[in-house]
């Protein structure tokens, strides 16, 4: 019989994991085939603007004892909705070397497990560039709702 998977653990982000949060956040963007230009250090000034929120929650996501990912995450108002609310899950992200076990499908099940109240809408963006990121969040039950479109204003269309 094999062993079970390590479980995840979730923490509240502190001021001392936002160098870790930065990096992870440059992995995603290159992962994702993002065109975000911010440097580390700006990286870690945005995450830093994020802890200091009221409206966002940074989570850090351990195995082992080890940093192996994050979230960010914050309700939004959604007048569809009957609470009126969603939660809006703007960065979910499992470090390369942590990924293939299966961690990002336990860390996203005790997430919302642990963080989000039964039947919330969640709400994500997966960049068209990122299969990979796709696939994830089919396997995790979400569907397209919407696609965003977008071009350089031009005069002459």
């Known amino acids: ?17 936002l160098p870790a ?44 004892g080890r940093v192996a990912g994050y979230a960010t995450w914050r309700w939004e108002d959604d007048i569809a909705e009957p609470s009126g609310q969603r939660i809006y899950l703007r960065q979910f992200f499992i470090a390369r070397e942590a990924r293939g076990g299966g961690l990002g499908r336990r860390a996203f099940a005790l997430l919302t497990r642990e963080r ?19 696939a994830f969040w089919a396997r995790m039950g979400f569907s397209p709702y919407a696609i965003h479109l977008e071009r350089r204003a031009d005069p002459t269309v």
């Open 1 to 17: 019989m094999m062993p079970a998977p390590p479980i995840p653990v979730l923490r509240a982000a502190t001021p001392a994991d």
């Open 116 to 134: 989000f109240p039964p039947d919330a809408r969640i709400l994500l963006e997966v960049l068209h560039s990122n299969p990979n990121g796709q």
């Open 21 to 64: 949060i930065a990096r992870m956040n440059r992995a995603l963007i290159e992962d994702e085939g993002h065109r975000n230009p911010m440097t580390l250090d700006q990286l870690e000034d945005r995450a830093r603007g994020f802890l200091a929120s009221p409206d966002w929650h940074v989570e850090m996501i351990e195995q082992d």
